[in-house]
Each structure stands twice: as C-alpha cells, then as structure tokens.
C-alpha cells in the first residue's frame, strides 16, 4: 500500500499515512465524542468530549503503529527487508519485501505483533489500577486503550490468513507436515471463513441491532478479509502448478542477442522486430554485458537510431538474472518484485537462455489447457 502521507522514520523504518486514515479517525474520534464517552463518563464539557476522543483516537494509532513496528523490528533482525509501515483505513500495514522462507522466522514474525497489543493492554491496565477509580478524561483514555490494544490482540490472533493469527497457523502446519502449500491452504481457508463470518455478522448487526455503522464496519472488514484470504489462495494454485518446474524448463534455450557494436537500427529492425522479443541479452563473445530493451529504445530519438550503439543504450551489468536450475516460482517473484519482463538465465557467466513473462503465462496456460497440475 502506498502512503500518501509521509510522517517519517522510526528506528529507520518509514512510517506513512494512507488518505483513508483521516476518514478513520474522524469516524473514530467521532464515536468516542458522540457516544463511547457521554454514556460511561457522564457530565462533561462537550469539548472535552471532542478533544478526548480526538487524543484517544490518536493514542489508538500510536498502538496500531507500535504493533506494527513490532513486526517490522523482528522482520529486519531476521533479515528481511522492511520498506515501512503504512496506516490506513483497517489499521496498520507493514510493507516487508520477502515472503519468510522458513516456518521459524513466518512464526516469529507473525507472533510478534499480537503480544506486543497484549502486552501494552496489560501495562496501561497497570497504570489504570494505579490511578484507581475516577470520571477524568484521562481514565477514559487509558479504559478505551486497554480495550482497544486488548481487542486489536485478539482479533488478529483469529486463524485466518493473512491476519497474524493466520500467518501463525501457517507456520505451525509448515513445520510439522513441511508443505508450505498445504499450510497456506489450510490458513487461507480460515481466512475465508472468517472473512464471511463477519460479513454475515456484520448484515446481522444491521438488521437486527440496527447498529448501521458498526454493522457495516464489520461487514467491509470481512469482506477485506476473505478477498485477501482469496488472492492468496489464488497464489497458492499458481505455486502449486509450478512446483518442481526449474528454469530451464520454461526459458527460451536460444533467444536472439546482440552484439555490444551495432547500432540501435540494427537491433531493432534485425532482431527486436524479426523475433518479436521485448529485450536482447547483449553479449560481448559468450560474457552478457547487458540488456537492451524496448524501454531502452524508446528513450531514444529515432533519428539517432543509425548513430547509437547498443553498448551506450543498454542497461549494463549487474542486472537481476536467474540459475537455470532456480525453481521457477522464484523466478516469478524475481519477475514480480523488480517489475521487469525478463530474466537472462545465467550459467558460470555464461548466457544460457531468457525467461520471460510471456513464456511464463504461456507455459502456466498451456499446462491449463492440458489438464497437468
Ligand atoms: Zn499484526
């Protein structure tokens, strides 16, 4: 999720609000002000009211946020990369770059966030049973940030993928039966469940309660829920359908390549067009020396076309490239993560073919139509 709003950065990690976090909070300090705060702490102010809710809604944030920088903290001293966290309409979202590739560190990544809401819950309790009983504003605060970090702990523990409870699940199934699609079926099954539950809950609210925002609250977050559950799921038979399948099964053995000396003209009309490839691997003998793709020649004037040579337009070494005997489900993340359309496969320094995304989807499409699974 993109930020649109940037607060800037904690323990390194960047934080950044969503627009639809400002809908939140107004709703929230909203139904603190109106209701939540008038019916338990009567005989208020009704800017106090306002200005309680708002700080409370605010301190709610600070607790979304804490959660998340937990799983964000714990994820970087794993190893994994963490681009930063997000706020939105939901709650919070921590933008980690890796899927977990071993059951212990999905686990601990995922646990991580639940008892870090439990643990805040008991320690503002704490603070509370020392304040003792009152009618101020700041015991309304601490009661609703109890409840809330309390809540938000449990909620996310619910089994149901990809909430934290979910990811915890899986890691368990991962590690006893060892299949990691096995577990994320099972996981994201649960996320589906609950995902309905909730909707069906949430319609209930509505017509019986009459509770309509809360009911409909209820109701988006199943609906988030179960078509979160549902991408994954989807995922899921993608990975199931290649796994097993290296590289070298899928990759184009020949593709057309290209001499570092010759000019754009000649890569175009000689190769590009004639094979209607998207890229050519440029090689110098048998070393790859770079790509040169049609995004690196249409940042080129075609006047200029006969007077440039590849090696100046080219995008040169390092690139990302594959092994030819890398599973190919890696592979696809390498295409997905990095935004590009092709891999050269590489072998001892060696060009030994070009994975593309359209041999991808070709190869995906043809075990489709031929039944294999
Ligand atoms: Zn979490």
Redesign the pocket.
Known sequence: MKASVRLGKIAGVEIGLHYSWFLVFVLVSWSLAVSFLPDRYPGWSAPTYWATGAVSALLLFVSVLT??MS?SLVARARGFPVSGITLFILGGVSNLKADARKASDEFAI?IV??LTSFALAGLLWLVSLALGDGNSPIHATLFYLVLMNALLGAF?MLPAFP??GGRVLRSIIWAVTGSHLRATRIATFGGQVVGVGMMALGVVQVVWTGNFVGGVWLAFLGWFLQSAAGRSQAETAVESSVSGVRVRDVMDGDPPTIDPGSTIREAVFGRLLRHGARALPVCDGEMVVGLLSLTDVKRLSQDLWSARIVRSEMTAMPLITVGPDHDLAQAMDLLAQNSVHQLPVIEDGRLVGLLSRSHVIQYLYSMKELGIR
């Open positions: 959660h998340e799983h995922a966030g639940p996310n909430l934290d």
